[in-house]
């Protein structure tokens, strides 16, 4: 579990490209949401709706690959590149891919990485909006807000998380198993293991 191989680094290395620029697309997508919002003086929730997408690298290579520090590592190298490809936050982004990922990790550390399916992403899904909720308060001033609307903040990212980073990306990675693209990959070792069994 704890060797890496060079088809380990290849996919975190695809995982990251991938959603680097699936993160790019959502910062735009949250600079729109801002600006229908506005009106309704709610800007500040724009990206909560899609706070989860930021969470999915972690999540699709901690769950294709199933070893340590492969949801933080795969996290902040998106991030990174995130940042490369004109993300205009700047290179803070980085830091926040490693609050995300350690938070993600958290998901799959929880079991020490024996277990993986709905339980694994769903806390790491939690992790990762506690872990990022936390790291908001530290740079975005979120104390100096009201309490109804930080609580707000912190609901609908977690229903984004659960949504983006735990439903969508099982569905994604279980189908992409079933097509047997990841079948050189963990997750398709230990699916196979599982039939083999019975279970």
Same mark, same amino acid.
């Given at each position: 579990?704890?060797?890496?191989?060079?088809?380990?680094?290849?996919?975190?290395?695809? /995982?990251?490209?991938?959603?680097?620029?699936?993160?790019?697309?959502?910062? #735009?997508?949250?600079?729109?949401?801002?600006?229908?919002?506005?009106?309704?003086?709610?800007?500040?929730?724009?990206?909560?709706?899609?706070?989860?997408?930021?969470?999915?690298?972690?999540?699709?290579?901690?769950?294709?690959?199933?070893?340590?520090?492969?949801?933080?590592? &795969?996290?902040? !190298?998106?991030?990174?590149?995130?940042?490369?490809?004109?993300?205009?936050?700047?290179?803070?982004?980085?830091?926040?891919?490693?609050? #995300?990922? !350690?938070?993600?990790? /958290?998901?799959?550390?929880?079991?020490?990485?024996?277990?993986?399916?709905?339980?694994?992403?769903?806390?790491?899904?939690?992790?990762? &909006?506690? &872990?990022?909720?936390?790291?908001?308060?530290?740079?975005?001033?979120?104390?100096?807000?009201?309490?109804?609307?930080?609580?707000? !903040?912190?609901?609908?990212?977690?229903?984004?998380?659960?949504?983006?980073?735990?439903? /969508?990306?099982?569905?994604?990675?279980?189908?992409?198993? &079933?097509?047997?693209?990841?079948?050189?990959?963990?997750? /398709?070792?230990?699916?196979?293991?599982?039939?083999?069994?019975?279970?």
């Amino acid at each position: 579990m704890f060797k890496w191989e060079l088809k380990d680094v290849i996919m975190v290395g695809i /995982a990251s490209l991938v959603f680097g620029v699936i993160y790019i697309g959502a910062v #735009q997508l949250g600079v729109l949401l801002g600006t229908l919002l506005t009106p309704l003086g709610l800007s500040v929730l724009a990206n909560e709706f899609i706070f989860g997408v930021w969470f999915m690298a972690a999540a699709f290579a901690g769950y294709i690959l199933r070893k340590p520090g492969a949801a933080t590592i &795969t996290e902040m !190298i998106a991030a990174l590149l995130e940042v490369f490809m004109g993300n205009f936050y700047g290179p803070i982004i980085f830091v926040s891919g490693f609050v #995300q990922g !350690i938070g993600t990790e /958290a998901g799959f550390a929880a079991t020490r990485y024996h277990k993986f399916g709905w339980s694994s992403l769903i806390i790491g899904a939690v992790g990762a &909006t506690i &872990t990022s909720f936390i790291w908001g308060i530290v740079r975005s001033d979120f104390v100096d807000l009201k309490w109804q609307l930080l609580l707000a !903040i912190f609901v609908i990212r977690l229903l984004s998380a659960l949504l983006f980073s735990a439903v /969508a990306v099982k569905l994604i990675c279980d189908h992409l198993n &079933t097509m047997g693209i990841l079948n050189s990959y963990p997750i /398709a070792q230990n699916n196979h293991s599982k039939q083999a069994s019975g279970v």
